[in-house]
């Protein structure tokens, strides 16, 4: 919301008082409200939401003494309410909205004489303060600082860096098993039926780029619909990387191996187990999914099986391809966030409206990890209550890194690129929440991690030599 925001902190009159906070916004230039509730003053609040406040005549006399009084937006302006109200005795005015909250604008220069502070806040908000609270609440307005850090960025850091760590080594363990069948004829057929990794060119990989630019701009014009195509894709895709990633897990444990056959295939019957588990914690998360108490977790990870399955599975040919398709989405991400506002209607970044969901849409896309916020603040309450990392940021400079760890088992060089590319990752993820505590405002974590990446896989080729192989790929691969 390019506003200000500010906090409502209601108390009810019960014992001892149940408290609630609920998102404000307000006009800094009109009202100042205090930093802490130290300095605050509480007001009964009188909730006249079955009026619009347009004229003095609406509400009966004296009822608005000395109270906050809530009332709906209706057809005139804030400030004309505003007169109104404290015309009839009203200490604080709130304007109850059914709508998304917008900043609040009008020519104070005709009402230099309404020093009533002023605030928008959702209806929604208004009935769950009645059916919190009751009927006797008593309100106040401060606008707390924003804090300078928030430690959920140490849990979405820790999150990316050992996924994008864990897909690389996941990617150079099948890497070092495809060399060994290659190597043993009686193996090669049995490793072949098993492989499903898909391999990118340089072709697939521009039109990779391309489908997601289409797609991003389809999302924007017909959000409400293909939401719910992205959601029921969603479903599939992680019950199934979720199945993948255990059943690498369960097939190390040597008990429970008893098998069933059935139309001439035999399954072991605990991986029949593991799919019904994998497909219920999907559908689970399908049907709570706006449950922001817990739902959380289960997209957490959800995603995070979906990122270490496409990371293992999608194979980058040579540091070429790399190149083109870090540097293509590098391009995508600086375009669609910072580019796209000049060319809106609203002045709004395509990819910041499709992230939270156009047009004030409650479904959100689930393409993000998501952790709450541990640091209280109006930015909390108002429209960011969580920290988000696309898993496009995971998974993109993930590519590179598990094509560094196949780069070392193919070229057995000790792990040093892929340890050198995971560090870089890192750098560039701690880089991106520096300028985002520094700018205040969401950033193309690409912007950072791509240079990063790329530039310490580069230098470690050039210092070891060994730049033509690194970029043209093995002779394996080739």
Known sequence: VAADEGILH?????????????????????????????????????????????????????????KAVVVMRGNCTFLEKARIAQSLGAKMLLIASKSRLSSISDNKTDFEDVTLPV???????????????????????YSPPLPEFDYSMVVIFLIAVSTVALGGYWSGVAEL???????????????????????????TVILFVAI?????????????????VIISVFCLASAMSLYNCLAALVGEIAFGQCRITCCNKTIEVRLIFLAVFCAAAAVVWAVFRNEDR????????LGVAFCLNFIKTLKMPNFKSCVILLGLLLLYDVFFVFITPFITKNGASIMVEVAAGPFGNSEKLPVVIRVPRLE??????????????????IIVPGLLVAYCRRFDV?????????????????????????????????????LYLVPCTLITSSLVAWRRKEMKKFWKGSSYQV
Not at 214 to 228: A, E, G, I, P, S
Not at 294 to 301: E, G, K, N, R, S
Request: charged share 15%.
């Open 294 to 301: 817990w739902a959380w977790i289960l997209q957490d990870i």
């Open 119 to 141: 605030a928008l806040i959702r209806y929604s908000d208004i009935v769950d303060m009645q059916l919190t609270l009751g009927n006797e609440v008593n309100v106040t307005l």
């Open 177 to 203: 098993e495809n060399l060994k069948a290659i190597a043993s004829p009686g193996e090669r057929e049995t490793r072949r039926k098993k492989e499903e990794n898909v391999t990118f060119t340089p072709v």
């Open 212 to 228: 997601c630019c289409v797609m991003l701009v389809l999302l924007y014009f017909f959000y409400k619909w293909l939401v719910y």
């Open 376 to 393: 209280h603040s109006a930015s909390t309450l108002c429209d960011l209550p969580f920290s988000l990392l696309g898993f496009g940021d």
């Open 410 to 446: 193919q070229t057995s060089s000790s792990s040093v690129y892929y340890i050198s590319c995971t560090i870089a990752y890192a750098v560039g993820m701690v880089l991106t929440f520096v300028v985002l505590a520094l700018m205040k405002m969401g950033q193309p974590a690409l």
């Open 10 to 66: 209601a108390s009810g009159s019960g014992l001892p008082p149940v408290t609630r906070d609920y998102c404000i916004i307000y006009n800094s230039k009109w009202t100042s409200l205090p930093k802490s509730l130290d300095n605050a003053t509480f007001r009964t609040l009188e909730n006249l939401t079955s009026t619009v406040l347009c004229s003095s005549s609406e509400v009966p006399s004296g009822i608005m003494k000395d």
